[in-house]
């Protein structure tokens, strides 16, 4: 078994900034792709930005050039620093990992989510 935790998070005004983190642990043999999602309240859950383990990122166009994802492949750990926030970037985020288990076996896992709150 696998276990995400996440740490972070907030509230904040329009402009301000936070960090979030996340750390896998447990029954791993290398953790793949890391991302953070988020879903905001009627919304479905989308992809906020990814990492690979060659440390190449995507962003979504909502937050490119504010959000950056960065990692640290000796922790098995994922942060999105986020800049300029905006009163539509509130929303809960979550942590993913793609693992490679000890038996070489793939599997997907999520964070318990962080809430952001942007507001003035």
């Known amino acids: 078994q696998v276990e995400l935790v996440e740490s972070g998070g907030g509230s904040v005004q329009p402009g301000g900034s936070l960090r979030l983190s996340c750390k896998a642990s447990?029954?791993?043999?290398?953790?793949?792709?890391m991302a953070w999602h988020r879903q905001a309240p009627g919304k479905q859950r989308e992809l906020v930005a990814s990492?690979?383990?060659?440390?190449?990122?995507n962003y979504a166009d909502s937050v490119r050039g504010r959000f950056t994802i960065s990692r640290d492949n000796a922790k098995n750990t994922v942060s999105l620093e986020l800049n300029s926030l905006k009163p539509e970037d509130t929303a809960v985020y979550y942590c993913?990992?793609?693992?490679?288990?000890?038996?070489?076996?793939?599997?997907?896992?999520w964070g318990q989510g962080t809430q952001v709150t942007v507001s003035s």
């Open positions: 990492i690979n383990t060659r440390r190449s990122a």
């Open positions: 993913y990992a793609r693992i490679t288990h000890n038996d070489l076996k793939q599997s997907d896992y």
């Open positions: 447990g029954n791993l043999f290398s953790v793949l792709t």
